[in-house]
């Protein structure tokens, strides 16, 4: 379990997460929320300790992230997996090579066990045939799928994925929503994921947390955001006329 | 920032593939134009000095003499390292700063990673040793580029030079001017790591970073030339 107690962070003069509280569970897909700009970004760096809070702590079961030695943290952090925005892939190595990179670096394994896990992991994302190609070479969601294969070589504890599918195509969207979420229950990961897409709410969220000017402005299930009278979230689920007619069949089924 | 960077590595395999790489980004690929201009600087300096030196007074052999001193005490060392500041230091910026704003060193520090050290440490290295053999290079060469600029011109015989080059061999010339390339090869390599590592932004400020960048490389190189030339020869 991830538990968040009442984080915040500024740039300067610019107070970015005002404190922040949440809790993180096994084998759940958490959705941090929000307009862009909202401090989704910084919120999941501050957990990563990518950013370090003035104030509030970060537990990783039970551990306080704050009070943990520079080895004590890189020691967690083989624990953790991170799907960046732009998917940050090394772009002077090869798929394989991106994928194989953790394993490499913090175990002993021969070069055909390594082999063995990397192709696993690529076909897990179906990713068949790319092994020996660059980054450049790939499209938006083929260099998702690698950027997940990276994250999870190392059977991580904690998965996070930060906007795992913007930029995306909504078809190639979901399909990537989608293998997070299996992933997440396959091997019971905590996952956390940040994201201004709706359908990622429809399709996954099991925990959804909406941030709005640095602040934790709801929290809920999938269900609960359809039916909330929070004004914010409103806005912010309801700016687009689909969603609008969402509300309202949720709203029809209650009444049944 | 270098109390990370001189960590031990963290896996040695690893930090041996890096080593290779380095030496061929920073080391191989500088070796071209470093031999190239020293080669024609030699012959600018010993036509200068053959110039200067028309005095029939003054024995023709000193112009090999003067050409090898300073192609050993300045042109070589200095003028070498700071062409090698312009071109590697400008490429170690724009690299390191590429992977800091695609987030690809947060992705390092988050596996667990010491992106410092991982990033920084082998381009230390490879500078270190590797430039007192580019800077061996280019004072072999300089002083061949004044034999062919004599051969050429007329302005001065084989003989002489060669005699002025053989006069007088001091090797702790050599010992100082190894010295200062390696002192300058470890500002090449940190002064440009530092302002990529820490840039913030987009591509523009990668690039305007590596401007940045290679200007302070260049000043800390000059200032620190001033200071190392009056501590190791007075
Ligand atoms: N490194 C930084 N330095 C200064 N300001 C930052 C930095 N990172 C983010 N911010 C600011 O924090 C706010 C929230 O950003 P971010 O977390 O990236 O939003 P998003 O919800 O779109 O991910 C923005 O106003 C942004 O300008
Ligand atoms: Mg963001």
Redesign the interface.
């Known amino acids: 379990m991830i538990e968040v107690k009442d984080i915040h962070k500024s740039f300067g003069d610019a107070h970015v997460l005002k404190g922040i509280s949440a809790t993180f569970e096994a084998g759940k897909t958490s959705l941090i929320i929000g307009q862009s700009g909202s401090g989704k970004t910084v919120f999941i760096k501050s957990l990563l300790g990518l950013h370090t809070p003035e104030k509030g702590d970060i537990c990783y079961d039970g551990k306080n992230y704050g009070n943990m030695s520079t080895d004590e943290r890189r020691y967690l952090r083989k624990e953790i997996g991170m799907v960046f925005q732009g998917s940050a892939l090394f772009d002077s190595s090869t798929v394989e090579e991106n994928v194989m990179f953790p394993l490499k670096m913090f175990t002993n394994q021969s070069k055909s066990e390594m082999l063995e896990r990397v192709n696993f992991v690529l076909n897990r994302v179906d990713l068949v045939d790319a092994n020996n190609k660059y980054p450049s070479e790939l499209s938006g969601g083929m260099q998702k799928r690698v950027a997940i294969a990276r994250a999870i070589v190392m059977k991580p504890k904690y998965l996070f994925c930060d906007e795992p599918n913007s930029g995306l195509d909504p078809r190639t969207a979901i399909l990537i929503d989608n293998l997070i979420q299996e992933i997440t229950d396959e091997y019971n990961i905590i996952t956390v994921i940040n994201t201004h897409d709706m359908n990622s709410v429809m399709e996954i969220g099991e925990k959804i947390i909406f941030l709005q000017h640095g602040i934790k402005e709801w929290e809920g299930t999938s269900n609960d955001i359809f039916k909330t009278d929070n004004k914010a979230v409103t806005d912010f689920v309801y700016s687009s006329n689909l969603f609008k007619k969402v509300r309202q069949a949720y709203l029809m089924e209650d009444k049944k | 920032m270098l109390k990370q960077v001189f960590k031990r590595p963290?896996?040695g395999?690893?930090f041996r593939d890096s080593l290779v790489r380095e030496l061929d980004d920073l080391g191989n690929k500088s070796l071209g134009i470093s031999a190239f201009i020293a080669f024609f600087v030699g012959g600018v300096v010993a036509i200068q000095t053959a110039l200067n030196v028309d005095n029939p007074m003054i024995p023709k052999y000193l112009i090999g003499f003067a050409t090898k001193r300073s192609i050993i005490l300045e042109f070589a060392p200095t003028f070498i390292s700071i062409i090698l500041a312009g071109k590697v230091g400008s490429f170690i910026t724009s690299s390191i700063g590429t992977m800091r704003v695609?987030?690809?060193i947060?992705?390092l520090?988050?596996?667990?990673?010491?992106s410092l050290n991982y990033l920084v440490l082998p381009k230390i290295i490879t500078t270190i040793f590797f430039y007192p053999f580019i800077i061996s290079i280019a004072i072999f060469l300089g002083i061949f580029g004044g034999w062919v600029a004599g051969e050429l011109t007329g302005l001065f015989s084989s003989t002489d030079y060669i005699d002025g080059i053989q006069l007088e061999f001091k090797s702790f010339f050599y010992v100082y001017a190894m010295i200062k390339t390696m002192v300058f090869a470890f500002v090449i390599a940190t002064i440009p790591a530092y302002h990529g590592y820490y840039v913030k932004g987009g591509s523009l400020e990668v690039g305007r970073s590596s401007t940045r960048a290679v200007v302070w490389t260049s000043v800390t190189i000059i200032v620190l030339n001033y200071f190392l030339t009056q501590m190791l020869l007075s």
């Open positions: 963290q896996k395999k690893i695609t987030e690809q947060d992705a520090e988050v596996m667990g990673i010491n």
